[in-house]
């Protein structure tokens, strides 16, 4: 069983509120939809650079996008 | 399904049948006897080269038929791909460790040749199709 991450996010809302699909997500930072799709459901993590670029395709923080539990520590 | 998952899949199943096809062969060729008496390395290289020819020609024709119904995703891989790769890898290593402390062993109580290139064979194929399988479920099931 894979150990879900601690990270969440806003993904699917914030596109889905922004009128932008999957595909055309995909298509503006580089990668398979695939990808997205693993991204919205917390199936993998993206890196730091990917992460900035999804929250600039919705002009919004990092934090705004990406959200990790108060207190978490490793 | 992307490109590289298919790529995955591809090795995999080329590479179980690969390797049942050699040790049927090698077992036909020693006919019940001693498998050391089998000449082995022109099998395994038969093994070896077709596996490979037949991953790349499956890869191929696959990738044709997902270009029909997803022409954008044809040989695309992205970051999610490589982070992928890496843990296939390691994980994969593990048993070329294992595989090349059996040969240091192997020689050390001096084998039949036959044991040493074996043991160094299965240990790469294992390795390609443990990695291969936890990519595979990477790919289907997640990686965080």
Do not use: H, K
């Given at each position: 069983m894979v150990k879900p991450t601690k990270v969440t996010n806003r993904i699917r809302v914030l596109r889905e509120s922004a009128g932008v699909t999957q595909a055309e997500l995909a298509k503006r930072i580089g990668v398979t939809r695939q990808t997205v799709i693993a991204i919205e459901q917390e199936r993998y993590s993206p890196t730091l650079e990917l992460a900035f670029q999804i929250a600039r395709v919705f002009d919004a923080g990092l934090d705004d996008v990406?959200?990790?539990?108060?207190?978490?520590?490793? | 399904m992307v490109y590289e998952e298919r790529n995955t899949w591809v090795g995999?199943?080329?590479?179980?049948?690969g390797m049942t096809?050699?040790?049927?062969?090698?077992?036909?060729?020693?006919?019940?006897?001693?498998?050391?008496?089998?000449?082995?390395?022109?099998?395994m290289l038969w093994?070896?080269?077709?596996?490979?020819?037949?991953?790349?020609?499956a890869s191929i024709l696959w990738g044709i038929i997902a270009g029909m119904r997803d022409p954008d995703g044809v040989g695309r891989s992205d970051q999610r791909d490589r982070d992928i790769a890496h843990m296939g890898s390691r994980v994969g290593q593990a048993f070329l460790v294992i595989a090349?402390?059996?040969?240091?062993?192997?020689?050390?109580?001096?084998?039949?040749?036959?044991?040493?290139?074996?043991?160094?064979?299965?240990?790469?194929?294992?390795?390609a199709f443990v990695g291969g399988v936890a990519s595979v479920i990477a790919y289907r099931r997640g990686l965080v």
């Open positions: 990406f959200q990790y539990p108060e207190g978490e520590t490793p | 995999l199943i080329v590479s179980a049948i096809i050699y040790v049927i062969v090698v077992l036909q060729q020693a006919g019940g006897g001693p498998v050391t008496e089998v000449v082995w390395w022109p099998i093994t070896i080269g077709l596996s490979i020819v037949v991953s790349i020609v090349g402390l059996g040969v240091l062993v192997l020689c050390a109580f001096e084998a039949d040749w036959f044991w040493i290139a074996n043991t160094m064979f299965f240990g790469f194929a294992l390795s």
